[in-house]
């Protein structure tokens, strides 16, 4: 296994969102071979996405570095915490997979 | 939710939850945020989930108060470990003081998680019990079973052990899997890789035809539903049977009188033509519905024995 803790500058999420993070995490994706979960929470600074990764793919932290900053990069999660258990999911599903925890966590009430 | 529904077999828990109870009645409990994952999996260095690969919580169903626990069949196989099987166990004790309408059980597991060994067989036995003693304070428990690791092993027991079962024929029941049979027995005994085979005789509608599932219904998380509020609403079908001695010794009997009559069946199809169905080589073509009102006719020629 291999463990990272990641934080990455990103655009601060909506009031409503940071408020709905505290009130609630989500979860999302299974831990299954080439899958992965992820778990949205509250953070601290809303600057910046904290991300936490526990993957059994030992080695590829330059390409998780990488797909995470995209990620943070293209969504208002600066003041939330990602939690991951990784199976080896391709950069890809990780991707997909980040999206969808996203849009779960906006549209869950 | 689209027209062709939601296929139970290829959802994950959490879906089949959402889908199963009430609209946003489900409270989850132990959930995600509270990481309570396997230490024994962290011990190993195998990968954990946050659930523990089980989704246990409180929701209605029809209206009607229900405890309900679904285990995720893609994590380590729905096996059962320390973590994962404490969150049913106490399910089901929660059961014995809530007294809710039922405590619905959607099994998906190949058994016992193996990494975790005596602490998941523990883990089974607790359930058992658990589940015993919530059927004897009156709180029926229903199995669903249409995940793609069916109910085997320990889960299997804990499955029979339910007030009913409602299977679709994708869900598979038993206690061995079709290749530990194979690995002990031989080819000859059980072929594994012959899947069509494999689910005539350890699935839905095989399990549904020797009475061992009371409800067989299409591979659709709202047919699970409608299956289960149909449960609910005759307390008779889920009654917590106490027939004492003699009820145990006309089942052993049962099992004896079944034992004999289908003793040289290899196949499922054997066991349909002798229960007297009109087309047994046909019977794993049949929808849910088809399929019911074959058993029936075939169970009213033979005077009621399925």
């Known amino acids: 296994m291999e463990h990272m803790s990641l934080s990455f500058p990103a655009p601060t999420a909506s009031g409503d969102d940071a408020s709905k993070a505290r009130a609630a995490a989500v979860i999302c994706g299974v831990v299954a071979s080439g899958n992965l979960e992820v778990l949205v929470e509250a953070g601290d600074d809303p600057a910046f996405c904290d991300i936490v990764v526990n993957t059994s793919a030992e080695g590829f932290g330059d390409i998780w570095r990488a797909v995470l900053r995209d990620f943070a990069a293209r969504h208002a999660v600066g003041g939330l915490t990602l939690s991951i258990n990784d199976v080896g999911a391709t950069p890809a599903v990780v991707s997909l997979r980040l999206d969808q925890a996203f849009e779960s966590f906006r549209s869950a009430s | 939710?689209?027209?062709?529904?939601?296929?139970?077999?290829?959802?994950?828990?959490?879906?089949?939850?959402?889908?199963?109870?009430?609209?946003?009645?489900?409270?989850?409990?132990?959930?995600?945020?509270?990481?309570?994952?396997?230490?024994?999996?962290?011990?190993?260095?195998?990968?954990?989930?946050?659930?523990?690969?089980?989704?246990?919580?409180?929701?209605?169903?029809?209206?009607?108060?229900?405890?309900?626990?679904?285990?995720?069949?893609?994590?380590?196989?729905?096996?059962?470990?320390?973590?994962?099987?404490?969150?049913?166990?106490?399910?089901?004790?929660?059961?014995?003081?809530?007294?809710?309408?039922?405590?619905?059980?959607?099994?998906?597991?190949?058994?016992?998680?193996?990494?975790?060994?005596?602490?998941?067989?523990?883990?089974?036995?607790?359930?058992?019990?658990?589940?015993?003693?919530?059927?004897?304070?009156?709180?029926?428990?229903?199995?669903?079973?249409?995940?793609?690791?069916?109910?085997?092993?320990?889960?299997?027991?804990?499955?029979?052990?339910?007030?009913?079962?409602?299977?679709?024929?994708?869900?598979?029941?038993?206690?061995?899997?079709?290749?530990v049979i194979e690995t002990v027995k031989g080819v000859e005994e059980f072929d594994s890789r012959d899947r069509a085979l494999v689910w005539r005789v350890t699935g839905g509608k095989l399990r549904r035809a020797l009475g061992e599932a009371q409800l067989l219904v299409n591979d659709d998380v709202a047919a699970f539903r409608e299956g289960v509020i149909g449960l609910l609403a005759s307390p008779a079908a889920v009654a917590a049977e106490d027939g004492g001695l003699a009820q145990l010794r006309a089942e052993h009997a049962a099992l004896a009188d079944r034992a004999t009559r289908f003793a040289t069946a290899r196949d499922g199809r054997e066991i349909w033509r002798a229960q007297g169905f009109a087309a047994p080589e046909r019977v794993p073509m049949l929808a849910a519905d088809e399929f019911n009102r074959a058993l029936a006719e075939a169970v009213g020629a033979n005077g009621g024995a399925a």
Do not use: W
Request: hydrophobic share 50%; with cysteine.
């Open chain 2, 1 to 179: 939710m689209t027209a062709r529904g939601i296929s139970y077999y290829e959802a994950t828990a959490r879906t089949r939850v959402a889908a199963l109870v009430d609209a946003g009645s489900f409270t989850e409990f132990c959930g995600a945020a509270e990481r309570l994952t396997s230490p024994h999996l962290a011990a190993l260095g195998a990968p954990v989930a946050f659930d523990d690969g089980v989704v246990a919580g409180s929701a209605t169903l029809g209206r009607r108060p229900v405890l309900l626990a679904a285990q995720e069949g893609k994590f380590n196989g729905g096996a059962v470990g320390e973590v994962h099987g404490a969150k049913i166990r106490g399910l089901l004790d929660r059961a014995c003081v809530e007294r809710p309408a039922a405590v619905l059980l959607l099994v998906d597991s190949g058994g016992v998680r193996l990494h975790e060994a005596n602490a998941g067989l523990i883990a089974i036995s607790e359930i058992m019990r658990a589940l015993l003693a919530a059927r004897a304070a009156g709180v029926p428990v229903i199995a669903l079973v249409g995940g793609s690791c069916g109910a085997f092993g320990g889960m299997g027991i804990v499955t029979r052990l339910c007030s009913a079962v409602v299977m679709s024929e994708e869900g598979r029941l038993s206690l061995s899997g079709p290749e």
